[in-house]
């Protein structure tokens, strides 16, 4: 495979970069607009503690980390799109703060003010019997850009609260309706919709649920419909129908998905025959579609939520990420009337919550967030500007073997990975290639996220790019600059590794319950 001009490694080059930006366009001779309009001190640090050096090892933390064995470098601010650990190294930051959720970036001054405001007035009340008018208006403007008949917002703390809260409001929705029967979840195999009992049990990776597995609800799961097993959708809607009928299909709760995948299947959208097959079977079987916007919600795609696109409008919808904007933590379930109106002719009660849904300052951040999105264009912006950034992908990585394709909806991308050697298998797992990309692009001071291969068989090497929506047009040319170097860099790197690798066994089917 042929070598590209290396890029020099290291951090040094970027470590100069510090020449403030404003939000969309260039560089600025002052502070940008959104900067922080007054100097914001570290926490003080503790004499001999850890905290000052970087990255930390788990023995010299007393944080309990996802992973004991990786040093964690210690981030201490950012700006834009970039962050900076306590060594001074700087980081490109491709995927908006590591989880999407850094959707204006990093340092924005009027998300703060808001939410120093808010908290000056009232930072806290509980809503069990109080609301208050942060809260209040923040379901008026989320209704207002939701889709055609979403009248209510329930709000959470998290994206796993929301998409648990519309399992919860699914089933009650039936039981108000005296449909007792109704319970039994089917969604997609190949998914993540969070970390808790219930969310775990709604993805059908069999990695994903570890020892959890005794604790976890039985549903129901069938296989995704990828150019690799089911381009049509119709092997899905297939599928659908077996796990209907073995259901029952008077007990069917709820059709729980993702309008476009994230970190499972970066940026895929099942085909439109299975969305036109979905609608049909819900109104002949009765049961919700719920769709988890955690990920897609306020603007990813170009789209206040990526649902509206689709030929199956949803019941519910769950969200979190955008909305906070990684200022707050706070989600939402978007309620269409007709469900709504099974409550309100019901029991009139829905009681179950946590301690801070809802509250004035989480509230006061979201109605930031969507004022801003609105005032800046950034629905537009991410849409047109999406579609370019996808093609100079595509374009940067053509010409190398391994990638197979490169998927896009506004600032939702990603890229997968196959065995060259027959151009549609996955790639040995034992490359790694997922890691090694990770790796890379953090060496070269770039911030993606990849996933290695699973264990059903439905996904490979593949590797997530998600901008936050603030990125200047140079920032963009940067990443995708960056990133096609370290792709270019492990291509080359497991080229004679490859030759000498088994080659994996293709799947055409996997999943089930």
């Given amino acids: 495979m042929a070598s590209r001009r290396a890029r020099p490694r290291g951090l040094a080059l970027y470590r100069a970069r510090r020449t403030p930006r404003n939000r969309i366009g260039g560089r600025a001779d002052s502070a940008p607009a959104g900067a922080v309009p007054y100097p914001v001190p570290d926490p003080p640090v503790r004499e001999g503690s850890s905290v000052a050096r970087t990255p930390i090892e788990s023995e010299r933390s007393h944080v309990f980390p996802l992973e004991l064995a990786r040093p964690m470098p210690v ?24 989880s999407m959720a850094a959707t204006l970036g990093h340092g924005r001054g009027d998300i703060v003010a808001a939410a120093v405001a808010q908290a000056a007035k009232l930072a806290f009340v509980h809503n069990e019997r109080l609301t208050n008018p942060a809260q209040e208006r923040l379901a008026e403007e989320l209704t207002a850009v939701a889709p055609e008949g979403f009248t209510r917002a329930r709000f959470t703390v998290s994206g796993a609260d929301a998409n648990e809260m519309a399992l919860q409001i699914a089933r009650s929705y ?3 309706r005296g449909e007792h029967h109704r319970w039994q979840v089917i969604s997609p195999a190949q998914a993540y919709h969070g970390p808790t009992m219930q969310t775990l049990a709604l993805t059908g990776r069999p990695g994903m649920h570890g020892p959890f597995g005794p604790y976890l609800p039985q549903h129901l799961h069938i296989p995704p419909s990828t150019w690799r097993f089911d381009p049509t ?18 007990t069917i709760s709820t059709y729980f998905c993702e309008a476009i995948s994230a970190a499972a299947l970066p940026a895929y959208t099942p085909p439109v025959r299975f969305w036109e097959g979905l609608a049909e079977r819900r109104e002949r079987h009765g049961f919700l579609v719920c769709f988890d916007e955690v990920v897609t919600g306020v603007g990813r795609t170009g789209e206040w939520f990526a649902g509206a696109a689709t030929a199956c409008p949803p019941d519910l919808i769950a969200t979190a990420k955008g909305l906070g904007a990684g200022y707050a933590a706070i989600g939402a379930v978007l309620v269409k009337e007709h469900v709504y109106q099974a409550f309100a002719d019901g029991s009139k009660r829905f009681t179950l919550g946590h301690t801070w849904d809802g509250a004035p300052l989480a509230c006061a951040v979201g109605i930031a967030v969507i004022d801003a999105v609105r005032r800046e264009g950034l629905i537009e912006r991410v849409r047109e500007r999406g579609a370019k950034l996808r093609q100079e992908l595509a374009d940067a990585l053509a010409d190398v073997a391994i990638v197979r394709e490169v998927r896009g909806h506004g600032y939702l991308l990603g ?24 790796a890379a692009a953090f ?71």
Avoid: C, K
């Fill in 415 to 438: 890229v997968s990975f196959v065995d060259p050697r027959d151009g549609a298998s996955f790639l040995p797992p034992t490359l790694r290639v997922g890691g090694r990309i990770d």
């Fill in 443 to 513: 060496d070269r001071g770039l911030i993606v996220l990849s996933t290695q291969p699973t264990r059903d068989g439905f996904a490979g090497d593949q590797t997530l790019f998600a901008p936050a929506f603030t990125a200047t047009d140079e920032d963009l040319g940067e990443m995708v600059s960056r990133f096609s170097d370290v792709v270019h860099q492990v291509a080359q790197d497991v080229e004679p590794e490859l030759e000498r690798a088994e080659p994996v066994p293709s799947t055409s089917s996997g999943g089930g319950r």
């Fill in 233 to 250: 959708g119709e092997a899905a809607l297939e599928a659908l129908d077996a796990a209907i009928e073995e259901a029952g299909p008077d």
């Fill in 75 to 98: 981030v201490a601010r950012g700006e834009g799109v970039w962050i900076e650990d306590v060594a001074g190294n700087r980081y490109l930051d491709a995927m908006s703060g590591g």
């Fill in 174 to 176: 039936h039981v108000e």
